[in-house]
């Protein structure tokens, strides 16, 4: 109950919360974006319904998500005063970026897309929504570089005499390799996360025989889009691992329960651990795979949690640099499994529409699969995050040396309970919201434009 532990968990709620709603913001926009394009070049009703309806789920969420986001921020000044004071002219700069390019372009063109229909050209208005699925993964882009940063810091020197970390070399900072890896991650599980929402939601109004010709098309489109980007996921998430391998040993190390350096090294299926977490009692292993992950052959060595930690000892002083290898372990495991199973669904859906899958038994079931890519999703940032531990910015600032030193244990305790009771509000009017337009289908989404579009179009005849 200290400052410290309940700064942690209120970042962490906070952060979880918000991850819920940025992959799908991120992937539905570019949904929305193609259907919008698809009306625009045939002049099909089906796809501007499409349009309209996953573009109505896609506002309920991105203003969700925008709420969550802004309060982030306000925690590096409030709870992290020290991190921003030590690392601020670095971590500040992509931020700012962020909120003077990336989101003002989403949000104004945005704006442009929901109310311009009928009052623009129709170029212009599909110009905005593309701007703003532009906008959306832009901003991502300057977040994520900024949280690579943290995970592998580059470009930047310690100023002695003011001692704070001061950013050198921007080219270098937006060329790290982390924060693109992270882009590349988090891009395919946006697209994965909104097609499995696309799939499930289809999947409902289908078995129930409502709008068929809008949901066959959206269901089809979503299982070519999830197999191909749920495959992306796996891809870069292997890439990130061989980086990780690298730059971060400890973290890599920790997530497979590798406590002893070995060539080659085995992979773990299943280890169980003491209570305290940092020795193995059982374990079952597959010999030298652990190898070929981290450096695509059978006989490299991976370095073990014990001898990193002695290595950090003496670099970095006295102290525990070894993360809660329950959590990571258990999480990556989360994230992978369910990532094979969304490949192997949307592989499956796929397939199925060869046939007359829409009367299907199955398809009952299917909308449950909208849970799977949000499980994925938070076991991946929590392993993101949990893994750097100690560090809040690798191998140059602790966790523990970042916190705003004038902070108690009640002022934590009323922001925690309050950003719970809050944010659980805010839950529960998203999956209300989310849930009543989802099965209420295209014609709920449609009021706001049909009674002014054909106005606009009769007075100009």
């Known amino acids: 109950m200290d400052p410290i532990t309940l700064s942690r968990w209120q970042f962490g709620l906070t952060t979880v919360y918000h991850f819920l709603f940025v992959p799908l913001t991120l992937g539905l926009s570019w949904f929305v974006a193609f259907f919008q394009t698809r009306y625009y070049q045939t002049k099909d009703e089906t796809f501007r319904k499409m349009a309209k309806f996953w573009g109505k789920l896609f506002l309920i969420n991105f203003a969700i998500g925008v709420v969550t986001g802004i309060v982030q921020e306000f925690q590096f000044g409030m709870n992290w005063s020290e991190y921003s004071r030590y690392v601020g002219d670095i971590f500040g700069a992509p931020l700012a970026v962020e909120a003077l390019m990336a989101f003002f372009l989403e949000s104004t063109f945005l704006g442009v897309w929901i109310f311009g229909e009928g009052k623009i050209s129709d170029k212009a208005h599909l110009a905005s929504i593309w701007l703003a699925a532009i906008g959306s993964n832009l901003s991502a882009l300057w977040i994520l570089l900024a949280n690579g940063w943290m995970q592998h810091p580059v470009g930047y020197v310690i100023n002695e005499a003011n001692g704070r970390a001061e950013l050198v070399n921007f080219f270098a900072l937006i060329t790290n390799p982390k924060g693109w890896l992270f882009f590349w991650h988090t891009i395919s599980a946006g697209l994965t996360t909104a097609s499995f929402l696309i799939i499930g939601v289809s999947a409902y109004h289908l078995f129930r025989k409502q709008h068929v010709e809008i949901y066959k098309r959206s269901f089809q489109i979503a299982a070519i889009v999830g197999l191909v980007a749920s495959t992306l996921v796996f891809l870069g998430g292997h890439t990130n691992g061989q980086y990780m391998y690298d730059t971060q ?68 002083g006295p102290g525990d640099y070894i993360p809660l290898m329950v959590v990571t372990y258990w999480t990556f495991r989360f994230m992978m499994t369910v990532g094979f199973i969304m490949i192997a669904l949307s592989a499956f859906f796929l397939y199925s529409t060869r046939g007359n899958y829409e009367n299907a038994k199955w398809m009952k079931f299917v909308p449950w699969v909208i849970a799977l890519p949000y499980i994925a999703n938070s076991s991946g940032w929590i392993l993101t995050e949990m893994g750097r531990q100690p560090w809040i910015v690798q191998g140059l600032l602790k966790v523990e040396d970042a916190v705003s030193p004038n902070l108690t244990t009640v002022d934590l305790l009323i922001s925690v309970i309050g950003y719970t009771v809050v944010y659980g509000s805010l839950a529960v009017s998203m999956v209300y919201l989310m849930k009543k337009y989802a099965i209420a289908g295209p014609d709920a989404a449609m009021h706001e434009s049909v009674d002014v579009a054909p106005a606009v179009v009769g007075s100009q005849d």
């Open 249 to 316: 040993p400890m973290k890599f190390a920790s997530i497979e329960a590798h406590w002893e350096t070995s060539q080659p090294a085995s992979f773990s299926i299943l280890t169980i651990g003491d209570l305290s977490g940092k020795r193995e009692v059982w374990s079952i292993r597959v010999p030298a795979v652990l190898s070929f992950l981290a450096c695509n052959n059978f006989t490299c060595e991976v370095r073990g949690v014990n001898d990193i930690q002695a290595e950090y000892e003496t670099k970095y």
